[in-house]
T-cell receptor
Framework: DTGVSQNPRHKITKRGQNVTFRCDPI?????LYWYRQTLGQGPEFLTY????????KSRLLSDRFSAERPKGSFSTLEIQRTEQGDSAMYLC???????????????FGPGTRLTVT | AQSVTQLGSHVSVSEGALVLLRCNYS??????LFWYVQYPNQGLQLLLK????ATLVKGINGFEAEFKKSETSFHLTKPSAHMSDAAEYFC??????????????WGLGTSLAVNP
């Protein structure tokens, strides 16, 4: 088990371009979360999946953002028509829902740092 | 609704001194509480968690935290600071009900500096 991985680690893009990030969770984990962290702030929840189903999206996730987890394994987060305000660290976490009463802790990947110029 | 307040965005201690990082929470449901640490250019690592069992929780690297419901607090402590403890520390809260989203609600973080 190599933990949660995210690619790329860094992305620099020009305003208006589209970007896509990938997250590979711990293999047996059925829940996957996306968070965004800006400098000097704590992470903010964006969205989460249970298996392939996207169960909640934050109001922070504008129409330009879309996330998928097509086979219940890896997930992608796409940002269309990037804006300078999208510059942030995008964090992915995964966890294992064991039963209706318990969920293990979230394990985080190293993040993808996006810079929009 | 849930929220977390971390008192003090920057804390500085001397090596060997007591570390105390403060966290207060607000939650309309029984909370799960977490402390994570983030080193520069690295991801978030779980230090410890409270999940309605023992109120005094021991974590990695000598850290511990005590859940005090009456004070809605979950302060993080370490008896003796080490230079390697210098990092950003985040307190987070989530709901208990596994049927709901277990999204973490985060504090703004406390940057810990350890002076030689």
């Amino acid at each position: 088990d190599t933990g949660v991985s995210q690619n790329p680690r860094h992305k620099i893009t020009k305003r208006g371009q589209n970007v896509t990030f990938r997250c590979d969770p711990i293999s047996e984990h059925n829940r996957l979360y996306w968070y965004r962290q800006t400098l000097g702030q704590g992470p903010e929840f964006l969205t989460y999946f249970q298996n392939e189903a996207q169960l909640e999206k934050s109001r922070l996730l504008s129409d330009r953002f879309s996330a998928e987890r097509p086979k219940g394994s890896f997930s992608t987060l796409e940002i269309q028509r990037t804006e300078q305000g999208d510059s942030a660290m995008y964090l992915c976490a995964s966890s294992l829902l064991i039963n209706w009463q318990g969920e293990g802790e979230q394990y985080f990947g190293p993040g993808t740092r996006l810079t929009v110029t | 609704a849930q929220s977390v307040t971390q008192l003090g965005s920057h804390v500085s201690v001397s090596e060997g001194a007591l570390v105390l990082l403060r966290c207060n929470y607000s939650s309309s449901v029984p909370p799960y509480l977490f402390w994570y640490v983030q080193y520069p250019n690295q991801g978030l690592q779980l230090l410890l968690k409270y999940t309605s069992a023992a109120t005094l929780v021991k974590g990695i690297n000598g850290f511990e935290a005590e859940f005090k419901k009456s004070e809605t607090s979950f302060h993080l402590t370490k008896p003796s600071a080490h230079m390697s403890d210098a990092a950003e520390y985040f307190c987070a809260v989530s709901g208990v009900n596994a049927g709901n989203n277990r999204k973490l609600i985060w504090g703004l973080g406390t940057s810990l500096a350890v002076n030689p």
